[in-house]
């Protein structure tokens, strides 16, 4: 037990910079991927995990003294400090129990995979740390260690098969084949999924709203780097800024919002090679059968979709935090809503719009969700001496992934009849949504074909004032055209070979004296 815990330990240690990699490296070595070519996309990979984490911690790092400012700015003064993920993990790694849960992954994977009920290999092993968390605060919740494990190992389950019916979005939205994103905070689509579905009746939702579509309509004012800087312009107003102070949080931000995906290419040159010898290894040995490889969420991190919404969100997590009757959580390491963003950016297909409103409607859970278990956390740092808590204070985390989850299954483990029936619904809406998009049109796809159908719908109108084309032209024998003198007359007509905005130019003295007798449509 002890050489367990000091090889968990050590791959701590490591970093999952360094860790992912190499896993990725034996991976692709074992799927047939030469040394060299398995060695350079380790190495890619590790580069841009790396430099995604300096990106992030960068945002993050000019935007977290804006929102203080705005903090104070509005007044707001809570008693919940607010640590953010990377607080609260280093708390959780330090529970005795944590080196349990890498076996507790991989035994639950492996049997997965073997009988054939998900096609993800996670091979994420920092965010194990999630699993854990889970774990301790069950166990707080229940008092058992066994309902503890058992919960967490639901959440193992849950997300691979996110991993599984997410895999084909994630491809559409990044370019990466055969890659998927097995990650806690993916399973707040199960709350987004119904608000989503109410947006599909408002027209307005259903239009294109990407970064592509808004850069072609707005030109320059969609470019990443403008759209930056004028969010970090905006919100360095509204955090009492001086212009000098605004300008320069404005650059900052256009300078982030360029380097994202630039470094999303990366993990496309790295995890593309191994993706598709992994692929070609299954084909070959186990009958076409199919297995993508769970890695962590940064590779959807070049979507500039995804963080214009969070530093959007910014003000309006402010302003919830001070009118929240009861709400104890002040944002600050947290701010930047990572845990609601992942999810919505795949659930809408990178719709802008309607990532923004689901970020308003849903923000309340997440500070409810901080104040909830802030005691249990402060508890939690208080029991491993990993962080000294002020005495009449707590520490929380103010976007809190997963707080439904998290309080359902650990209260209905507690036997609350509530949390049961939470519980309960939360699964059924998790198969709805597993279900629903399994068969939803891909991103690039789901609202540009509605685009589509109205353009062709406006065409096809005009098509029928300018001509004498009945709807049923299908039923119409060519062979009754045969040698008519037709060059003096003008109407479309419909050829199957060409699109509906060439049918304009067509004219009937095109086919004059042709001889359609063997032909009929």
């Not at 060439?502 to 004219?507: L, M, T």
Request: net charge neutral; glycine share 8%; charged share 15%.
């Amino acid at each position: 037990m002890q050489v367990l815990q000091s090889v968990v330990q050590w791959v701590l240690n490591l970093g999952s910079n360094v860790f992912v990699p190499f896993i990725m490296f034996i991976i692709g070595l074992a799927a047939g991927l030469k040394f060299k070519k398995s060695f350079v996309a380790a190495l890619t990979l590790g580069v841009a995990f790396t430099g995604m984490t300096l990106v992030v911690n960068y945002m993050t790092s000019i935007i977290t003294p804006a929102g203080k400012a705005m903090s104070k700015a509005l007044s707001v003064s809570l008693t919940a400090t607010d640590l953010g993920w990377t607080g609260v993990a280093a708390i959780t790694w330090t529970a005795k129990v944590a080196f349990l849960f890498f076996p507790l992954l991989l035994v639950i994977n492996f049997i997965m995979l073997a009988l054939n009920w998900t096609k993800t290999l996670n091979v994420d092993m920092w965010n194990v740390w999630n699993k854990i968390f889970t774990y301790v605060l069950v166990y707080y919740m229940t008092n058992s260690m066994l309902f503890g494990f058992l919960v967490a190992g639901l959440q193992i389950i849950f997300e691979l098969k996110a991993g599984d019916v997410f895999q084909r979005h994630i491809q559409d939205l990044t370019g990466m084949e055969a890659i998927t994103v097995p990650h806690f905070i993916t399973l707040f689509a199960v709350i987004l999924m119904p608000l989503n579905r109410i947006l599909d009746f408002f027209p307005i939702f259903n239009k294109p709203f990407d970064a592509e579509h808004i850069q072609k309509k707005l030109g320059i004012w969609g470019r990443n780097d403008t759209m930056g800087f004028i969010i970090g312009l905006l919100l360095g107003f509204g955090a009492g800024y001086g212009l000098s102070k605004s300008l320069t949080l404005g650059i900052e931000a256009a300078a982030a919002m360029s380097l994202f995906p630039m470094i999303s290419k990366l993990f496309m040159e790295a995890l593309n090679p191994i993706a598709a010898s992994m692929g070609k290894f299954m084909k070959n040995h186990f009958k076409d059968r199919e297995v993508y490889i769970g890695v962590d969420w940064p590779v959807l991190a070049g979507r500039s979709e995804f963080w214009v919404t969070l530093i959007i969100l910014v003000p309006i997590e402010l302003i919830f935090a001070m009118i929240l009757p009861k709400n104890n959580v002040l944002p600050f390491a947290g701010i930047i809503n990572l845990s609601f963003g992942v999810a919505a950016l795949i659930l809408t297909g990178a719709n802008l719009l309607r990532m923004i409103v689901l970020g308003i409607i849903t923000t309340p859970i997440f500070l409810y969700g901080g104040t909830y278990f802030a005691p249990m956390i402060t508890k939690m740092a208080q029991t491993t001496h990993a962080v000294k808590v002020p005495a009449g204070t707590q520490i929380s985390w103010s976007s809190f992934e997963g707080p439904d989850f998290r309080m359902l299954f650990g209260q209905a483990f507690s036997c609350k009849w509530w949390a049961i029936i939470g519980a309960i619904v939360w699964t059924l809406l998790f198969i709805w949504m597993y279900r629903y998009v399994s068969k939803a049109p891909l991103p690039s796809q789901r609202y540009h074909m509605n685009l589509d159908t109205e353009e062709v719908s406006d065409t096809t109108n005009t098509i029928s004032s300018e001509s004498v084309i009945s709807d049923d032209y299908k039923s119409i024998d060519l062979h009754e055209l045969d040698g008519k003198d037709l060059s003096n007359k003008k109407h479309v007509v419909p050829d199957l070979g060409r699109s509906i905005e060439d049918y304009k130019s067509v004219g009937l003295h095109d086919i004059d004296g042709k001889d359609f007798s063997a032909l009929r449509h």
